[in-house]
């Protein structure tokens, strides 16, 4: 029998795993769902993820695609593997899809969000869902700072040292600074990300919305392209990988106009 190509959408709370990536000795994401997907398949399964995410981010829709011989319907698939899945990681829909659908290499654009909570005290429910800044951040001088990343540069400055890819440039589709409440949102969709690029750049507008640093610095660190250049990393645990965008003709998902109707940014409790 043809094996059939299955593409899935999940969310994780990463704050149990060293990352998406499988690895030897340390839990992860994608082991747990090759493990909880074997067991419905009855045979062994293995996923590729569209995008690796480091230890401590969380995914309100990576995805990924796997190979299978078994013959599963889709409410088979979706609720088997949840059941095999711990708590903090969800399969939110399985389809198939075409043979040369690739989550990885067909995807078209992403979109992160990062998460900081601006408020003086320190929060029990989301110390592990988002950076706490006590100083009052200037989140409008931070959004106009970041709209000199928008376009296809090259983003060397924001690009951690061990990172492998081939090239640094990106393109920056649309990039945005949010607040609601006490909660500042650091919101970018790009054809593609480099290793830390986005909690590069969250670290360094914090800089601006502290006002350690003017917004036209944002503009000349870009222009240095040396991560000597830019500020500190911001922490992991106020980074989520938001979506992962396809081709409608190999995954049908809708394609949101702008950041404003792709990110529903919730509002305070």
Request: contains cysteine; hydrophobic residues 40%.
């Amino acid at each position: 029998m043809t094996p059939a190509r299955l593409a899935l959408g999940l969310e994780y709370d990463g704050s149990g795993f060293h990352g998406w990536q499988s690895q030897s000795g340390s839990p992860n994401v994608q082991d747990a769902v090759n493990r909880a997907l074997s067991r419905v398949a009855d045979e062994e399964v293995r996923c590729m993820g569209a995008g690796r995410t480091d230890a401590g981010v969380h995914a309100v829709e990576q995805v990924a695609h796997f190979d299978t011989s078994a013959r599963r319907s889709r409410r088979a698939w979706l609720f088997g593997a949840n059941t095999y899945l711990p708590d903090d990681i969800n399969l939110l829909w399985v389809r198939e899809v075409a043979g040369d659908f690739h989550a990885r290499h067909s995807a078209v654009a992403r979109t992160y969000a990062y998460l900081i909570l601006n408020r003086s005290v320190r929060s029990a429910l989301e110390r592990n869902r988002a950076w706490l800044i006590r100083d009052r951040l200037d989140d409008e001088a931070m959004h106009r700072a970041a709209q000199a990343l928008a376009g296809e540069h090259d983003f060397s400055s924001w690009r951690a040292a061990d990172c492998q890819a081939r090239s640094p440039v990106r393109n920056v589709m649309d990039i945005r600074v949010r607040r609601s409440g006490q909660r500042v949102w650091i919101v970018c969709r790009a054809n593609g990300f480099l290793q830390r690029m986005v909690r590069n750049i969250a670290g360094s507008l914090a800089h601006v919305g502290r006002g350690r640093k003017e917004g036209a610095w944002i503009a000349e660190v870009l222009e240095a392209r040396s991560r000597t250049a830019a500020g500190p990393a911001a922490p992991p645990q106020g980074l989520y990988l938001q979506r992962i965008e396809y081709p409608p003709a190999l995954l049908p998902q809708g394609s949101p106009a702008s950041l404003d109707a792709l990110l529903q940014v919730p509002e305070d409790i």
